[in-house]
T-cell receptor
């Protein structure tokens, strides 16, 4: 299957700092990438849909100025958590869908665990 | 509204036995896709199997098969010959109707499967 990487896998930061998370599709091109947030023992919550070369589409209730998304190329999308606070601590996971072919399946990165102190 | 329901918060199965994880869905669309993902404790989301609404045969992938009953709107996952490594959270998801390129997944709450030795 297609491979998606995410970096960093784990980050601990002080309150007020910004954290950037990278999502890369390693062996395919992805016009569309998705960013999710997951709290312990809960399902995935879609935060935003990232399209290469255009503005991201945010889900209701997600602050676009808080969670900055940049999809600069067909293989890279970044999520920046600006001025992080303890309530932003969570598991962030991205997924990518192939541009070519049937493109029906979302392949996920391994996730990033963010802890804000 | 489109919705995925997984009624089993937790399931136990003996090693080498088969187990069925339930998933029902609600949609008014004629064209849709159903997915199962596995999430081990490491957090990564692993794609298991896909069923298209127009596929006449049930999808199979190795030890995974999808019992698709369209009239009942159910898409149960069957894992045969359970292994200890199958212990994980399992999520059922449905692809939302096509809206440009941003086809989102609707997620169930998940089922935690524990395989006993």
């Amino acid at each position: 299957g297609a491979v998606v990487s995410q970096h960093p896998s784990r980050v601990i930061c002080k309150s007020g700092t910004s954290v950037k998370i990278e999502c890369r599709s390693l062996d395919f091109q992805a016009t569309t990438m998705f960013w999710y947030r997951q709290f312990p023992k809960q399902s995935l919550m879609l935060m935003a849909t990232s399209n290469e070369g255009s503005k991201a589409t945010y889900e209701q209730g997600v602050e676009k100025d808080k969670f900055l998304i940049n999809h600069a190329s067909l293989t890279l999308s970044t999520l920046t958590v600006t001025s992080a606070h303890p309530e932003d601590s969570s598991f962030y996971i991205c997924s990518a869908r192939e541009t070519s072919g049937r493109g029906k399946t979302q392949y996920f990165g391994p996730g990033t665990r963010l802890l804000v102190l | 509204a489109q919705k995925i329901t997984q009624t089993q918060p937790g399931m136990f199965v003996q090693e080498k036995e088969a187990v069925t994880l339930d998933c029902t869905y609600d949609t008014s669309d004629q064209s849709y896709g159903l997915f199962w993902y596995k999430q081990p404790s490491s957090g990564e989301m692993i794609f298991l199997i896909y069923q298209g609404s127009y596929d006449e045969q049930n999808a199979t992938e190795g030890r995974y098969s999808l019992n698709f009953q369209k009239a009942r709107k159910s898409a149960n996952l069957v894992i045969s010959a359970s292994q200890l490594g199958d212990s994980a959270m399992y999520f059922c998801a449905m692809r939302e109707r096509e809206a440009g390129n941003n086809r989102k997944l609707i997620w169930g709450l998940g089922t935690s499967l524990a395989v006993n030795p």
